[in-house]
């Protein structure tokens, strides 16, 4: 597996608990989070809260604003959700577009995405629109 890239942040995150010689037992207690979540947080899996932004800002001595701008409103961790099924079905779905079309791609240049949330009694869906210009390989070059 290889090592994740950590934004400045991220990397600041690190050598400040490293600094301080805190566990992620010992963060997650502050936080009121499991250490697992706790260590999600330092790896952008996780999303704090504005609280535990404010608790992290004093534990780790990093200023708010840094942290804000990191993992404020406008963040969403990234748990490697869409890749999941794109490495689950991604060799399917390439196969049956081969047997449709041809020898060829799904152009993501001449590309549209649409995500839909589908209310389901069993748990809501999401249904994701892919539309992507078919790409024939030239076998001539």
């Known amino acids: 597996m290889s090592e ?7 990397s600041r995150m690190f050598k400040a608990k490293a600094d301080r010689k805190l566990s992620f037992e010992d963060i997650g207690r502050e936080l009121g989070v499991d250490e697992v979540y706790a260590a999600s947080i330092f790896y952008g899996q996780a999303k704090p809260t504005e609280e535990q932004i404010q608790k992290l800002t004093a534990l780790l001595n990093i200023p708010t604003q840094h942290l804000v701008e990191q993992m404020g409103e406008h963040y969403f961790p990234s748990r490697g959700g869409f890749m999941e099924m794109i490495k689950v079905y991604g060799y399917p779905l390439k196969a049956i577009i081969h047997e449709k079309f041809g020898d060829g ?3 993501a240049i001449d590309f549209k995405a649409h995500v839909d949330k589908v209310e389901d009694p ?8 892919l539309d992507g210009k078919f790409l024939p390989y030239k076998a001539d070059w």
């Open 105 to 107: 791609i799904m152009s």
């Open 4 to 10: 994740p890239k950590l934004s400045s942040v991220q």
């Open 122 to 129: 069993k748990g809501d869906r999401v249904k994701i629109t």
